[in-house]
């Protein structure tokens, strides 16, 4: 599977979502969730997904790297060949 520009945007467009989510959210101790228990409860579980989301932002760009070097040596090698 070749992980293309547009899958690295989309999955970039929703950790950004769900930061911008998160922020106003914010825990015990910041924002809305600082006098609703239930809303920091909520701005937690959204800064986790968060913190996954840009882990696994990172994993599909290292990929996308790695897959990128690898068409690119091959398309070298057989321009070279011709």
């Known amino acids: 599977m070749v992980i293309k520009r547009k899958t690295l945007i989309v999955t970039a467009a929703i950790v950004a979502g769900l930061f911008v989510i998160?922020?106003?959210l914010g825990d015990s101790h910041h924002g809305i969730g600082k006098h609703h228990?239930?809303?920091a409860v909520l701005g937690n579980t959204v800064f986790g997904a968060f913190l996954i989301g840009v882990v696994v932002l990172l994993l599909l760009s290292v990929v996308a790297l790695i897959q990128y070097a690898f068409r690119s040596r091959r398309t070298v090698g057989n321009?070279?060949?011709?």
């Open 22 to 24: 998160a922020a106003p």
């Open 37 to 39: 228990h239930s809303v």
């Open 79 to 82: 321009s070279a060949s011709e």
